[in-house]
């Protein structure tokens, strides 16, 4: 097996000789609610259409907090004003860790992907489509979302309340 990282990507390749697994790095992803709405990104991935929280990879060398701010801003148009962590999720590779914060964010108008960024640029590929919506949060419950234990989190502190401490899921 051969290792290969990418200095900046935040990601490592495994290569073995019929196979390569992308390892991916640890996630900053944000909770943003508005009018009784919460923020979620629809993504189509290789042939898999599901549901996550906006956000995405930390970079070499940023926060996790200066990466929520980066992938905020990239994949909505708006600027986070305020980030606090609630939830610190763990996979096994190839995911690893998320940081999930409730985050406050400045006046906006529509919200879209940028279409200088990673994710704009694979939209305008028509491959692994990324499209931000609002959607009610009695229908929060419902998606196909990606990690169903950070589903089951959020769908419990609707009701309890958010955690004052970041929660290990």
């Avoid at 763990?90 to 006046?107: A, F, M, S, T, W």
Wanted: proline share 5%; with cysteine; hydrophobic share 35%.
């Amino acid at each position: 097996m051969v290792m290969v990282s990418f200095k900046g990507v935040g990601c490592k390749i495994f290569q073995t000789v019929s196979d390569t697994l992308i390892v991916m790095g640890k996630a900053a992803r944000a909770i943003i609610f508005e009018n009784g709405k919460i923020l979620v990104m629809h993504r189509q991935k290789y042939g898999n259409s599901y549901f996550t929280l906006v956000g995405g990879r930390i970079n070499e060398g940023e926060t996790s907090e200066q990466a929520l701010v980066r992938e905020v801003k990239e994949e909505t148009g708006m600027d986070v004003i305020g980030a606090t962590l609630v939830f610190i999720e763990k996979h096994p590779e190839p995911y690893n860790e998320q940081y999930i914060y409730i985050c406050d964010v400045g006046p906006h108008g529509e919200i879209d992907v940028l279409p200088t960024s990673e994710e704009g640029q694979l939209n305008q590929m028509q491959t692994n489509m990324h499209k931000p919506y609002w959607m009610e949060v009695k229908g929060f419950p419902n998606l196909e979302f990606r990690t169903p234990q950070l589903q089951e989190a959020i769908v419990k502190a609707f009701k309890k309340g958010f955690p004052k401490s970041p929660v290990t899921l």
